[in-house]
């Protein structure tokens, strides 16, 4: 896609080049205290509670462009899709997982699977969360964006987005993405905090958006079928076997700080969808219908209402909130290839990271092909979501709570049966489309049939768990 390049000032590129240089320096300058494993992937288990808010807020809060396109087709409601599964949860997350994973003193979710079902399940698991945790959606936002600002083609923008946001993290690890983080959490409320009182001095208050935008985005549950909210429903769920979560918990200094850190950055979220959702609906209802593409929303905004300076915080908002999914993505996806996937099909020990480095390779290269086929971030997140979740929950969930532990031979039978089943119903919807509508399979949104497979097969296997046997018999 071609877009006009946003108007700025030669004040607002050296504030956008201030950002990319402090990116740089900032992952640069960060030294590991030593070569081992813990160090590059967890840092040493040394995050304190607020490292670990601002990592994780910032990190798990990449799809703005997305809640832009959400909420100039739902208007609040699109809260309901982007917004209330995820804090559901994340909640739940909270209170019956975290305090759990930082206990178990290990480095992924693969890791938790070898070491309850064995080697098939965690190599089928870190393929499935390789996929899970593609940076794809944010490097097609930062693709658009990039674009935008400069005018490059996105083929050429996405490029040098992943350059940016490898080149530091082969030296420093995890420790690089987690100050990167920090840095890119204070930009992202700074750039949001920017535009919204400009609208209201430009533009008006509630009464401006009460006259121009259609009720049902003022309303809930506006235009959102029941069926379509279920679907984005679960795929909150997402939450629950997230990789960026896990590796979080994993590298938290004590026990403690997972659950109360988790639940203080719904707080961040939350303040922070407010923000995002206000800027969506003044975007809807300033432009109304004259845009084609809705993921462009919040930068013709911004170019619109905001002066010089002000412009430029903006933009550097919105590309430290795409930007910090990105390159913690990219280290968990490359994380995920070369040491659960690679490591363990090799059999070689695990307790190195000498495949990660290369996996960077592989995952920004999937990602690059992923966005450039698939050009909708909320397509992405409903394509990869709605296949892969509901093969890994069963598996993931049940790992962490001993009861509810089954024979490996039905986990991995769950998570095969599910995904296909996923996979064969969204295929089939595609295939047979009614009016640009998918038809799927009993017509349910795939993500129902994989769910209900995988969950049949596991109760199968809890009713015969007296046979389970330990790992090392898997």
């Not at 019956?96 to 080697?119: C, M, N, Q, W």
């Amino acid at each position: 896609m071609k877009l006009p390049t946003i108007t700025l000032t030669l004040n607002d590129y050296l504030i956008i080049a201030g950002y990319f240089v402090a990116v740089l320096i900032i992952g640069f300058k960060t030294k590991k205290s030593d070569n081992t494993v813990k160090d590059y992937l967890v840092a040493g288990r040394t995050l304190t509670l607020p490292a670990f808010v601002a990592t994780l807020v910032s990190s798990f809060y990449g799809g703005v462009l997305g809640i832009g396109e959400f909420t100039f087709n739902y208007g609040i409601s699109g809260w309901l899709l982007y917004a209330f599964p995820f804090y559901f949860f994340i909640a739940v997350f909270a209170f019956f997982l975290a305090d759990k994973i930082r206990r178990s003193h290990l480095f992924t979710i693969p890791d938790k699977l070898f070491e309850v079902y064995g080697k098939k399940v965690s190599v089928f698991g870190g393929i499935l969360i390789f996929f899970l945790s593609t940076p794809a959606p944010y490097l097609f936002m930062m693709g658009v964006l990039l674009q935008w600002i400069f005018g490059f083609k996105l083929i050429y923008s996405m490029l040098i987005a992943l350059v940016v946001s490898v080149v530091y993290l082969v030296k420093g690890g995890f420790k690089s993405d987690v100050r990167v983080n920090i840095f890119e959490f204070f930009l992202m409320f700074i750039g949001f905090g920017i535009i919204i009182p400009f609208c209201i001095n430009k533009l008006g208050g509630i009464a401006f958006l009460e006259a121009r935008l259609p009720h049902e985005h003022l309303s809930f549950p506006g235009g959102i079928k029941l069926g379509y909210f279920f679907a984005w429903f679960f795929i909150g769920s997402w939450a629950l076997v997230d990789p960026v979560f896990y590796q979080r918990c994993y590298a938290a200094k004590n026990k403690k700080i997972p659950k109360t850190g988790i639940l203080i950055s719904l707080i961040f979220w939350f303040i922070f969808d407010l923000l995002t959702t206000t800027a969506g609906l003044y975007s809807k209802a300033y432009f109304l219908d004259n845009i084609k593409e809705p993921i462009h929303t919040l930068p013709m905004l911004a170019d619109t209402i905001l002066p010089p300076i002000a412009k430029g915080l903006f933009v550097v908002g919105l590309l430290a909130t795409i930007m910090s999914s990105l390159h913690s993505y990219i280290f968990v996806s490359s994380t995920t290839f070369g040491r659960d996937i690679v490591s363990r099909l090799k059999n070689e020990e695990t307790e190195n990271y000498k495949y990660s480095k290369s996996g960077m390779i592989i995952s920004s290269a999937f990602a690059f092909f992923m966005a450039l086929f698939v050009p909708s971030v909320v397509d992405i997140w409903y394509v990869v979501g709605t296949m892969i979740i509901p093969a890994l929950l069963i598996s993931v969930v049940s790992s962490y709570f001993e009861k509810l532990h089954v024979h490996s031979k039905y986990i991995f039978a769950a998570m095969i049966g599910s995904f296909s089943i996923s996979l064969i119903s969204f295929i089939l919807g595609e295939i047979n489309k009614v009016k640009g509508q998918a038809v799927y399979l009993f017509s349910l949104e795939p993500m129902y049939p994989g769910l209900i497979v995988g969950l049949i097969i596991y109760f199968i296997g809890y009713r015969n768990r007296k046979y389970l046997k330990s790992a090392d018999d898997y």
